[in-house]
C-alpha cells in the first residue's frame, strides 16, 4: 500500500520533467540533510570529535550521497555533461554546494545584519534561496541536455 502511494506521487512527477526533477532533488536534499546531521551527531556526541571533524564529516557524507542520488535518481532523464570526467563532474557539483554556502552567508548577513530581519525567518529564506541556486545551477552546468 505505501509502495502504491509513492508510485503515484512519482506519477505525477515524472522524471523528464524540471518540476519532478526539482521535487526529487528535494527529497535528494532531504536525505543528505538527513545523513549529514546524523553523521554530525555521532561523531560529536557518540565518538567524541572535535565538532569541526564531526561536521566536516557530515558534510562530506551528505554531498557525496547527493551527488549520487543526482546521478540515479534526480537528473535521469538527462545528460551528464562531465559523465566521463567523474572527478571534474563531482567537483563541480562540490564547487556549486560551496558557492551556496557562500550565498546563504551573504543573505543572512543582509537580511540579519543590515535589514535587522528575524534569524529564522531570514534563515528559512535564504535556505529556499539557495537550495534553487544549488538545483538551477547543477541542472545548467551538469545536467543540461536531455537523453535521446
Known amino acids: ?3 502504491d502511494k509513492i508510485k503515484a506521487v512519482r506519477d505525477k512527477f515524472p522524471r523528464k ?6 521535487l ?18 555521532l561523531c560529536l556526541y557518540v565518538f567524541d570529535w572535535h565538532y569541526l571533524l564531526a561536521n566536516l564529516v557530515g558534510l562530506v557524507a551528505g554531498l557525496v550521497l547527493n551527488y549520487t542520488m543526482s546521478i540515479v535518481w534526480v537528473f535521469t532523464a538527462c545528460e551528464r555533461t562531465l559523465e566521463k570526467r567523474k572527478v571534474m563532474e ?28 528575524n534569524e529564522m525567518a531570514s534563515k528559512m529564506i535564504a535556505a529556499i534561496l ?6 538551477g545551477a547543477r ?5 543540461r541536455e536531455r537523453k535521446e
Open 1 to 3: 500500500m505505501f509502495v
Open 90 to 117: 563531482f567537483s563541480l557539483f562540490a564547487l556549486v554546494g560551496i558557492a551556496g554556502v557562500g550565498i546563504n552567508q551573504l543573505l543572512m548577513f543582509l537580511m540579519v545584519g543590515v535589514f535587522d530581519w
Open 24 to 41: 526529487r532533488y528535494l527529497v535528494t536534499g532531504g536525505l543528505a540533510f538527513v545523513v549529514d546531521f546524523g553523521l554530525f551527531a
Open 130 to 135: 539557495v537550495l534553487m541556486w544549488n538545483f
Open 17 to 22: 520533467s524540471l518540476l519532478g526533477q526539482f
Open 139 to 143: 541542472k545548467l552546468m551538469l545536467f
